[in-house]
Protein backbone atom coordinates (compact mmCIF):
# COMPACT_ATOMS: atom_id res chain seq x y z
CA UNK A 1 0.00 0.00 0.00
CA UNK A 2 1.33 3.93 -1.18
CA UNK A 3 1.73 5.77 1.81
CA UNK A 4 -1.05 8.18 0.41
CA UNK A 5 -4.01 5.50 0.25
CA UNK A 6 -2.69 4.71 4.02
CA UNK A 7 -2.71 7.88 5.12
CA UNK A 8 -6.11 9.18 3.47
CA UNK A 9 -7.38 5.53 5.35
CA UNK A 10 -5.61 6.90 8.44
CA UNK A 11 -7.77 10.33 8.09
CA UNK A 12 -11.07 8.50 7.28
CA UNK A 13 -13.52 9.37 9.73
CA UNK A 14 -15.78 6.63 8.80
CA UNK A 15 -13.22 4.40 8.74
CA UNK A 16 -14.47 2.49 12.05
CA UNK A 17 -17.35 1.10 10.08
CA UNK A 18 -15.94 -1.30 8.20
CA UNK A 19 -15.77 -3.71 11.37
CA UNK A 20 -19.69 -3.85 11.11
CA UNK A 21 -19.86 -6.03 7.70
CA UNK A 22 -18.75 -9.49 6.97
CA UNK A 23 -15.61 -10.27 5.77
CA UNK A 24 -14.45 -13.56 4.51
CA UNK A 25 -10.51 -14.06 5.62
CA UNK A 26 -8.50 -14.63 2.81
CA UNK A 27 -11.61 -13.24 0.30
CA UNK A 28 -11.24 -11.59 -2.84
CA UNK A 29 -11.02 -7.69 -2.99
CA UNK A 30 -14.64 -6.74 -3.59
CA UNK A 31 -15.41 -3.98 -5.80
CA UNK A 32 -19.24 -4.86 -6.81
CA UNK A 33 -21.06 -3.14 -4.43
CA UNK A 34 -22.68 -1.15 -6.54
CA UNK A 35 -24.52 -4.82 -7.85
CA UNK A 36 -24.57 -6.58 -4.18
CA UNK A 37 -24.04 -4.56 -1.17
CA UNK A 38 -21.57 -6.26 1.78
CA UNK A 39 -23.35 -8.15 4.51
CA UNK A 40 -23.58 -5.88 7.34
CA UNK A 41 -22.80 -7.78 11.09
CA UNK A 42 -26.26 -5.88 12.23
CA UNK A 43 -28.39 -7.46 9.10
CA UNK A 44 -27.04 -11.20 10.21
CA UNK A 45 -27.81 -10.85 13.72
CA UNK A 46 -31.63 -9.11 13.10
CA UNK A 47 -32.39 -11.77 10.33
CA UNK A 48 -31.73 -14.11 12.70
CA UNK A 49 -33.59 -12.18 15.58
CA UNK A 50 -36.99 -11.99 13.24
CA UNK A 51 -36.67 -15.73 12.02
CA UNK A 52 -36.90 -16.64 15.79
CA UNK A 53 -39.73 -14.57 16.49
CA UNK A 54 -41.46 -16.25 13.71
CA UNK A 55 -41.23 -19.33 15.30
CA UNK A 56 -42.65 -18.18 18.49
CA UNK A 57 -44.81 -15.45 17.82
CA UNK A 58 -46.54 -17.71 14.24
CA UNK A 59 -49.30 -15.21 12.55
CA UNK A 60 -49.21 -12.74 15.80
CA UNK A 61 -46.13 -11.11 14.57
CA UNK A 62 -47.96 -9.57 12.20
CA UNK A 63 -49.48 -7.17 14.48
CA UNK A 64 -45.88 -5.31 14.41
CA UNK A 65 -44.65 -6.84 11.24
CA UNK A 66 -47.79 -5.04 8.78
CA UNK A 67 -46.21 -1.52 10.10
CA UNK A 68 -42.66 -2.46 8.75
CA UNK A 69 -42.93 -0.95 5.40
CA UNK A 70 -43.79 2.35 6.17
CA UNK A 71 -41.40 2.62 9.71
CA UNK A 72 -38.51 1.19 7.63
CA UNK A 73 -39.73 3.80 4.80
CA UNK A 74 -39.45 6.57 7.58
CA UNK A 75 -36.19 5.86 8.09
CA UNK A 76 -35.19 6.04 4.66
CA UNK A 77 -37.24 8.97 3.06
CA UNK A 78 -36.10 11.16 6.05
CA UNK A 79 -32.71 10.13 6.94
CA UNK A 80 -31.38 9.59 3.43
CA UNK A 81 -33.86 10.78 0.85
CA UNK A 82 -34.45 14.22 2.08
CA UNK A 83 -38.31 13.22 2.25
CA UNK A 84 -40.74 14.68 4.31
CA UNK A 85 -42.67 11.54 7.03
CA UNK A 86 -45.15 9.61 5.46
CA UNK A 87 -43.65 9.65 1.91
CA UNK A 88 -41.63 7.17 1.92
CA UNK A 89 -42.55 3.16 1.63
CA UNK A 90 -40.20 -0.48 1.49
CA UNK A 91 -42.43 -2.82 -0.42
CA UNK A 92 -41.51 -5.14 -3.90
CA UNK A 93 -39.25 -4.38 -5.61
CA UNK A 94 -38.14 -0.93 -8.29
CA UNK A 95 -39.53 -2.75 -11.02
CA UNK A 96 -43.09 -3.35 -9.72
CA UNK A 97 -42.83 0.06 -7.97
CA UNK A 98 -42.00 2.10 -11.00
CA UNK A 99 -44.72 0.20 -12.78
CA UNK A 100 -47.10 1.43 -9.59
CA UNK A 101 -46.02 4.95 -9.82
CA UNK A 102 -45.41 5.43 -13.05
CA UNK A 103 -49.11 3.71 -14.00
CA UNK A 104 -50.26 5.92 -11.32
CA UNK A 105 -48.57 9.25 -12.69
CA UNK A 106 -49.81 8.72 -16.31
CA UNK A 107 -53.69 7.52 -15.26
CA UNK A 108 -53.84 11.38 -13.39
CA UNK A 109 -52.21 12.83 -16.15
CA UNK A 110 -54.73 11.81 -18.72
CA UNK A 111 -54.40 13.09 -22.41
CA UNK A 112 -50.68 13.68 -21.95
CA UNK A 113 -50.13 10.06 -22.90
CA UNK A 114 -46.08 10.48 -23.50
CA UNK A 115 -43.23 9.29 -21.32
CA UNK A 116 -40.22 10.66 -21.87
CA UNK A 117 -36.60 8.61 -20.31
CA UNK A 118 -33.41 8.06 -22.15
CA UNK A 119 -32.00 5.67 -24.02
CA UNK A 120 -29.32 5.19 -21.77
CA UNK A 121 -31.62 4.39 -18.52
CA UNK A 122 -31.58 1.13 -17.30
CA UNK A 123 -33.29 -2.05 -18.84
CA UNK A 124 -36.20 -2.80 -16.66
CA UNK A 125 -37.26 1.00 -16.88
CA UNK A 126 -37.15 1.32 -20.23
CA UNK A 127 -39.20 -1.53 -19.86
CA UNK A 128 -42.00 -1.06 -18.09
CA UNK A 129 -42.43 2.48 -19.22
CA UNK A 130 -43.13 1.23 -22.30
CA UNK A 131 -44.96 -2.00 -20.86
CA UNK A 132 -47.41 0.58 -19.74
CA UNK A 133 -48.59 1.25 -23.27
CA UNK A 134 -47.72 5.01 -23.22
CA UNK A 135 -45.57 6.25 -26.09
CA UNK A 136 -42.23 6.28 -25.02
CA UNK A 137 -40.01 9.52 -26.66
CA UNK A 138 -36.64 8.13 -26.11
CA UNK A 139 -33.58 10.89 -25.93
CA UNK A 140 -29.88 10.21 -26.19
CA UNK A 141 -28.05 11.38 -23.90
CA UNK A 142 -24.00 12.17 -23.13
CA UNK A 143 -22.97 8.92 -22.64
CA UNK A 144 -20.78 9.62 -19.95
CA UNK A 145 -21.91 12.87 -18.67
CA UNK A 146 -25.92 11.87 -19.17
CA UNK A 147 -28.97 13.08 -19.52
CA UNK A 148 -29.49 17.07 -18.81
CA UNK A 149 -32.28 19.61 -18.16
CA UNK A 150 -31.92 20.66 -21.87
CA UNK A 151 -32.42 17.39 -22.98
CA UNK A 152 -35.56 16.87 -21.21
CA UNK A 153 -36.90 20.21 -22.01
CA UNK A 154 -36.51 19.79 -25.65
CA UNK A 155 -38.12 16.29 -25.25
CA UNK A 156 -40.90 18.01 -23.45
CA UNK A 157 -40.97 20.76 -25.85
CA UNK A 158 -44.37 19.35 -28.02
CA UNK A 159 -46.21 19.61 -24.73
CA UNK A 160 -47.37 16.37 -24.76
CA UNK A 161 -45.18 14.62 -22.00
CA UNK A 162 -47.48 12.84 -18.59
CA UNK A 163 -43.93 11.56 -16.88
CA UNK A 164 -40.28 12.25 -16.97
CA UNK A 165 -38.95 8.93 -15.77
CA UNK A 166 -34.91 8.98 -15.33
CA UNK A 167 -31.93 7.22 -13.01
CA UNK A 168 -30.59 10.17 -10.47
CA UNK A 169 -27.17 8.02 -11.34
CA UNK A 170 -26.71 6.33 -14.51
CA UNK A 171 -26.14 2.59 -13.70
CA UNK A 172 -23.21 2.31 -16.75
CA UNK A 173 -21.14 5.63 -16.42
CA UNK A 174 -22.17 6.32 -12.92
CA UNK A 175 -23.14 9.81 -13.87
CA UNK A 176 -24.94 12.00 -11.37
CA UNK A 177 -27.86 13.91 -13.02
CA UNK A 178 -29.00 17.67 -11.77
CA UNK A 179 -32.86 16.46 -10.46
CA UNK A 180 -33.11 20.07 -9.32
CA UNK A 181 -32.84 21.73 -12.61
CA UNK A 182 -34.43 18.61 -14.37
CA UNK A 183 -37.22 18.28 -12.42
CA UNK A 184 -38.25 22.13 -12.89
CA UNK A 185 -37.53 21.73 -16.46
CA UNK A 186 -40.00 18.59 -16.56
CA UNK A 187 -42.63 20.75 -13.94
CA UNK A 188 -42.42 23.74 -16.77
CA UNK A 189 -43.13 21.51 -19.40
CA UNK A 190 -46.09 20.20 -16.84
CA UNK A 191 -45.29 16.99 -16.25
CA UNK A 192 -44.41 14.88 -13.86
CA UNK A 193 -41.12 13.73 -12.29
CA UNK A 194 -39.75 10.12 -11.11
CA UNK A 195 -36.31 9.62 -10.23
CA UNK A 196 -34.99 6.26 -9.89
CA UNK A 197 -32.59 6.61 -7.31
CA UNK A 198 -31.08 2.75 -6.78
CA UNK A 199 -27.51 3.93 -7.13
CA UNK A 200 -28.54 7.24 -5.18
CA UNK A 201 -29.63 6.00 -1.96
CA UNK A 202 -27.03 5.26 0.30
CA UNK A 203 -24.33 6.85 -1.92
CA UNK A 204 -24.79 10.66 -2.71
CA UNK A 205 -26.78 12.79 -0.99
CA UNK A 206 -31.08 12.90 -2.10
CA UNK A 207 -33.11 15.98 -1.48
CA UNK A 208 -36.49 15.03 -2.92
CA UNK A 209 -38.34 17.30 -1.17
CA UNK A 210 -36.13 20.48 -1.63
CA UNK A 211 -36.15 19.60 -5.20
CA UNK A 212 -39.94 19.38 -5.37
CA UNK A 213 -39.51 15.90 -6.72
CA UNK A 214 -43.03 14.00 -7.59
CA UNK A 215 -42.32 10.54 -7.12
CA UNK A 216 -39.05 8.64 -7.04
CA UNK A 217 -37.87 4.58 -6.68
CA UNK A 218 -34.84 2.76 -5.68
CA UNK A 219 -33.42 -0.25 -4.42
CA UNK A 220 -31.74 -1.15 -1.41
CA UNK A 221 -29.68 -4.06 -2.19
CA UNK A 222 -26.59 -2.01 -3.29
CA UNK A 223 -25.72 1.09 -0.93
CA UNK A 224 -28.04 0.08 1.64
CA UNK A 225 -26.41 -3.54 2.22
CA UNK A 226 -29.86 -4.99 2.50
CA UNK A 227 -28.67 -8.35 0.35
CA UNK A 228 -30.40 -10.00 -2.03
CA UNK A 229 -34.00 -9.79 -3.29
CA UNK A 230 -34.54 -7.37 -0.37
CA UNK A 231 -37.88 -4.88 -1.01
CA UNK A 232 -37.47 -1.90 -2.35
CA UNK A 233 -38.46 1.73 -1.53
CA UNK A 234 -41.60 4.26 -3.41
CA UNK A 235 -41.68 7.92 -2.14
CA UNK A 236 -44.56 9.86 -3.50
CA UNK A 237 -44.59 13.39 -2.70
CA UNK A 238 -47.67 13.96 0.12
CA UNK A 239 -49.46 16.62 -1.63
CA UNK A 240 -49.83 14.24 -4.92
CA UNK A 241 -50.54 10.86 -3.27
CA UNK A 242 -54.51 11.37 -2.64
CA UNK A 243 -54.65 12.43 -6.52
CA UNK A 244 -52.49 9.26 -7.42
CA UNK A 245 -54.52 5.47 -7.39
CA UNK A 246 -51.84 2.44 -7.98
CA UNK A 247 -52.90 0.30 -10.94
CA UNK A 248 -52.23 -2.70 -8.43
CA UNK A 249 -55.32 -2.68 -6.14
CA UNK A 250 -53.71 -5.22 -3.39
CA UNK A 251 -55.26 -5.84 -0.17
CA UNK A 252 -52.52 -3.95 1.56
CA UNK A 253 -53.98 -1.10 -0.39
CA UNK A 254 -57.17 -1.21 1.13
CA UNK A 255 -58.89 1.43 3.64
CA UNK A 256 -59.51 -1.12 6.35
CA UNK A 257 -57.76 -3.95 4.85
CA UNK A 258 -59.04 -6.26 7.52
CA UNK A 259 -63.17 -5.46 7.10
CA UNK A 260 -62.25 -7.51 3.89
CA UNK A 261 -65.39 -8.12 1.50
CA UNK A 262 -65.77 -4.57 0.26
CA UNK A 263 -65.32 -2.74 -2.98
CA UNK A 264 -61.79 -1.64 -3.27
CA UNK A 265 -61.13 2.01 -1.66
CA UNK A 266 -57.26 3.18 -1.47
CA UNK A 267 -56.35 4.22 2.19
CA UNK A 268 -55.42 7.62 3.12
CA UNK A 269 -51.69 8.26 2.41
CA UNK A 270 -48.52 6.30 1.54
CA UNK A 271 -49.99 2.89 2.23
CA UNK A 272 -52.42 2.92 -0.65
CA UNK A 273 -49.32 1.74 -2.77
CA UNK A 274 -48.58 -0.82 -0.92
CA UNK A 275 -49.84 -4.35 -2.72
CA UNK A 276 -49.48 -7.44 -1.15
CA UNK A 277 -48.42 -9.46 1.88
CA UNK A 278 -44.05 -7.77 2.56
CA UNK A 279 -41.55 -9.40 2.45
CA UNK A 280 -41.02 -9.13 6.09
CA UNK A 281 -37.06 -11.02 6.62
CA UNK A 282 -35.88 -8.69 3.68
CA UNK A 283 -37.42 -5.71 5.36
CA UNK A 284 -35.66 -6.32 8.64
CA UNK A 285 -32.33 -6.62 6.91
CA UNK A 286 -33.41 -3.17 4.95
CA UNK A 287 -33.92 -1.23 8.33
CA UNK A 288 -30.29 -2.32 9.32
CA UNK A 289 -28.62 -1.51 6.30
CA UNK A 290 -30.48 1.67 6.58
CA UNK A 291 -29.54 2.33 9.74
CA UNK A 292 -26.07 1.96 9.30
CA UNK A 293 -26.11 4.63 6.98
CA UNK A 294 -28.15 7.27 9.34
CA UNK A 295 -25.79 6.20 11.79
CA UNK A 296 -22.72 7.16 9.44
CA UNK A 297 -24.59 10.31 8.20
CA UNK A 298 -25.44 10.69 4.35
CA UNK A 299 -23.14 13.84 4.24
CA UNK A 300 -20.45 12.15 5.41
CA UNK A 301 -21.24 8.97 2.91
CA UNK A 302 -21.61 11.11 -0.11
CA UNK A 303 -18.49 13.31 0.90
CA UNK A 304 -16.55 9.88 1.86
CA UNK A 305 -17.90 8.48 -2.23
CA UNK A 306 -16.36 11.40 -3.60
CA UNK A 307 -13.25 10.93 -1.85
CA UNK A 308 -12.45 7.35 -3.00
CA UNK A 309 -13.86 7.67 -6.47
CA UNK A 310 -11.44 10.91 -7.15
CA UNK A 311 -8.72 8.70 -5.52
CA UNK A 312 -9.96 6.05 -8.29
CA UNK A 313 -9.47 8.93 -10.65
CA UNK A 314 -6.36 9.73 -10.24
CA UNK A 315 -5.05 5.84 -9.73
CA UNK A 316 -7.35 5.69 -13.21
CA UNK A 317 -5.09 8.24 -14.74
CA UNK A 318 -1.49 7.31 -13.23
CA UNK A 319 -2.04 3.04 -14.26
CA UNK A 320 -4.82 2.79 -16.65
CA UNK A 321 -5.16 5.47 -19.03
CA UNK A 322 -1.70 4.55 -20.12
CA UNK A 323 -2.54 0.96 -21.04
CA UNK A 324 -5.66 2.43 -23.26
CA UNK A 325 -8.46 2.05 -20.90
CA UNK A 326 -11.02 5.22 -20.59
CA UNK A 327 -12.52 6.21 -17.97
CA UNK A 328 -16.21 6.78 -18.83
CA UNK A 329 -17.06 8.83 -15.37
CA UNK A 330 -17.35 12.10 -15.03
CA UNK A 331 -13.96 13.95 -13.76
CA UNK A 332 -15.79 16.48 -11.57
CA UNK A 333 -16.44 14.22 -8.26
CA UNK A 334 -19.86 16.68 -7.89
CA UNK A 335 -21.23 14.87 -10.91
CA UNK A 336 -20.90 11.27 -10.01
CA UNK A 337 -22.02 8.41 -7.82
CA UNK A 338 -19.93 6.01 -5.83
CA UNK A 339 -18.61 3.70 -8.95
CA UNK A 340 -16.14 4.40 -11.47
CA UNK A 341 -16.93 3.14 -14.48
CA UNK A 342 -13.47 2.03 -17.09
CA UNK A 343 -13.91 1.25 -20.42
CA UNK A 344 -12.11 -1.00 -22.96
CA UNK A 345 -13.30 -0.91 -26.62
CA UNK A 346 -12.23 -4.86 -27.01
CA UNK A 347 -11.40 -6.71 -24.37
CA UNK A 348 -13.48 -5.83 -21.01
CA UNK A 349 -15.51 -8.70 -20.64
CA UNK A 350 -12.52 -10.97 -20.91
CA UNK A 351 -10.43 -8.14 -18.41
CA UNK A 352 -13.09 -8.69 -16.20
CA UNK A 353 -12.99 -12.24 -16.14
CA UNK A 354 -9.24 -12.42 -15.29
CA UNK A 355 -9.60 -10.25 -12.51
CA UNK A 356 -12.04 -12.40 -10.83
CA UNK A 357 -10.99 -15.25 -11.83
CA UNK A 358 -6.64 -14.48 -12.09
CA UNK A 359 -6.21 -11.64 -9.51
CA UNK A 360 -8.68 -11.96 -6.52
CA UNK A 361 -10.51 -8.53 -7.67
CA UNK A 362 -15.02 -9.09 -8.02
CA UNK A 363 -16.12 -5.92 -10.30
CA UNK A 364 -18.75 -6.64 -13.17
CA UNK A 365 -19.36 -5.93 -16.85
CA UNK A 366 -21.69 -4.06 -18.39
CA UNK A 367 -21.86 -4.51 -22.11
CA UNK A 368 -20.32 -3.53 -24.46
CA UNK A 369 -17.21 -2.34 -23.08
CA UNK A 370 -17.18 -1.37 -19.23
CA UNK A 371 -15.81 -2.50 -16.25
CA UNK A 372 -17.27 -1.35 -13.10
CA UNK A 373 -15.88 -0.66 -9.74
CA UNK A 374 -17.92 0.27 -6.97
CA UNK A 375 -16.54 1.66 -3.51
CA UNK A 376 -19.68 1.91 -1.17
CA UNK A 377 -18.19 3.93 1.39
CA UNK A 378 -18.55 2.49 4.18
CA UNK A 379 -17.32 -0.58 3.30
CA UNK A 380 -14.88 0.43 1.22
CA UNK A 381 -10.84 1.78 2.00
CA UNK A 382 -8.82 3.88 0.59
CA UNK A 383 -6.20 0.67 0.09
CA UNK A 384 -9.01 -1.03 -1.72
CA UNK A 385 -9.64 1.40 -4.61
CA UNK A 386 -5.59 1.43 -5.01
CA UNK A 387 -5.10 -1.93 -4.76
CA UNK A 388 -8.47 -3.03 -7.09
CA UNK A 389 -7.06 -0.75 -9.78
CA UNK A 390 -2.93 -2.15 -9.50
CA UNK A 391 -4.46 -5.45 -10.35
CA UNK A 392 -6.46 -4.41 -13.04
CA UNK A 393 -3.16 -2.82 -14.66
CA UNK A 394 -1.67 -5.45 -13.79
CA UNK A 395 -4.24 -7.83 -15.87
CA UNK A 396 -3.90 -6.00 -18.93
CA UNK A 397 0.00 -5.71 -18.62
CA UNK A 398 0.56 -9.45 -18.15
CA UNK A 399 -2.31 -10.16 -20.66
CA UNK A 400 -3.80 -12.08 -18.17
CA UNK A 401 -6.90 -12.06 -20.18
CA UNK A 402 -5.83 -12.99 -23.30
CA UNK A 403 -7.08 -16.92 -23.39
CA UNK A 404 -10.42 -16.51 -21.95
CA UNK A 405 -13.56 -17.25 -23.36
CA UNK A 406 -15.21 -13.90 -25.57
CA UNK A 407 -18.53 -14.83 -24.72
CA UNK A 408 -20.53 -13.10 -21.73
CA UNK A 409 -21.49 -15.65 -18.98
CA UNK A 410 -25.05 -15.58 -17.94
CA UNK A 411 -24.66 -13.16 -14.97
CA UNK A 412 -22.50 -10.47 -15.48
C1 LIG B 1 -31.08 1.81 -11.86
C2 LIG B 1 -31.75 0.49 -11.60
N1 LIG B 1 -33.08 0.41 -11.68
C3 LIG B 1 -33.71 -0.78 -11.47
C4 LIG B 1 -33.00 -1.92 -11.18
C5 LIG B 1 -33.68 -3.26 -11.04
O1 LIG B 1 -34.58 -3.33 -10.08
P1 LIG B 1 -35.22 -4.69 -9.54
O2 LIG B 1 -34.83 -4.74 -8.12
O3 LIG B 1 -36.66 -4.58 -9.79
O4 LIG B 1 -34.61 -5.83 -10.29
C6 LIG B 1 -31.61 -1.85 -11.06
C7 LIG B 1 -30.85 -3.07 -10.73
O5 LIG B 1 -29.67 -3.12 -10.62
C8 LIG B 1 -30.96 -0.62 -11.29
O6 LIG B 1 -29.63 -0.54 -11.22
Redesign the pocket.
Known amino acids: MSGRAAELDRDDPLARFRAEFVFEEGGPLYVDGN?LGRLPVRARERIGALVDEWGVELVRGWNRWIDLPTAVGDLIGPELLGARPGETLVCD????NLYKLAGAALAARRGRRVVVTDRTN?P??RYVLEGLGAELRLFDPDPVAGPSAEDVAAACAPGDVGLVAL?HVA?RSGALADPAAITTAAHDAGSLVLW?L??SAGAVEVRLAEHDVDLAVG?TYKYLFAGPGAP?FLYVRRDLQEELRSPIQGWFGQHEQFAMERDYEPTAGIGRFLAGTPPILGLAAVEAGAELVAEAGISAVAAKARALTSFGVERFDARLAPLGLQLGTPRDPGRRGAHLAFRHGEDAWRICRALIERAGVVPDFRAPDTIRFGFPPLATSFADVEESVERLADVVERGLHLDLDPRPARVT
Open positions: SSVTVFTDSYDSHCA
